[in-house]
């Protein structure tokens, strides 16, 4: 019973992150670029509590990070194979710069990691905000262009 509802749930989660992304066919591109929403969906919990939009809680801003954390120790193994597809938005500098493109994801490792453990009141959101998109911004700009 458990197992027929975890697949049901499971697949209802692939179906709208398909959704999500229309068009793609290739699964390993699917797979980054979900991971990258996740990483996104995961900012936007910390950017509305940071506007007051919606409550502070620590534990949740905590988790946010350690979220992103570990999705960015995932993401040299979801890039690590040149994969492509009409509608990704990966540079192929990527691959010709695969230490350095590790490093930016470990820099945004660092500074997730470090803020799981440091949110703690209303105002350290702004400045995680900014350290954690500065992370972002030093990646895609120059390995992701967007369409
Ligand atoms: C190490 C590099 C790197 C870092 C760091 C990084 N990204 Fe990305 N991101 C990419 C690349 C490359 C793509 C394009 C992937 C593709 O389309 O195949 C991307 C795509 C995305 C997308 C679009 C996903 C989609 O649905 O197509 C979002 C949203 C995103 N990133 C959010 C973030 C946020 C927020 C951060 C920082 C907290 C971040 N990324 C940090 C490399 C990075």
Redesign the pocket.
């Given at each position: 019973m458990k197992n027929i509802f975890f697949s049901t749930a499971l697949a209802l989660l692939v179906a709208s992150a398909a959704l999500?992304?229309n068009g793609v066919k290739n699964a390993a591109?699917m797979t980054?670029?979900?991971a990258?929403?996740g990483?996104?969906a995961e900012?936007k919990t910390l950017g509305k509590m940071a506007k007051g939009a919606a409550a502070f809680d620590a534990n949740t801003a905590k988790t946010a990070a350690a979220v992103?954390a570990k999705h960015?120790a995932n993401?040299p193994a979801l890039?690590e194979a040149q994969e492509d597809?009409p509608?990704?938005?990966?540079?192929a500098m990527?691959w010709t710069n695969f230490a350095d493109?590790?490093e930016?994801?470990a820099?945004?490792e660092t500074v997730?990691l470090g803020l799981s453990k440091s949110i703690s009141t209303p105002d350290d959101l702004g400045a995680a905000l900014k350290a954690?998109?500065d992370?972002?911004k030093?990646?895609?700009t120059g390995?992701?262009q967007k369409r």
């Open positions: 999500a992304h591109v980054r670029m979900n990258m929403s990483i996104g900012m992103i960015a993401t890039f597809d509608k990704s938005e990966a540079t990527i493109f590790t930016k994801a820099a945004m997730a954690l998109g992370t972002c030093a990646c895609h390995y992701r």
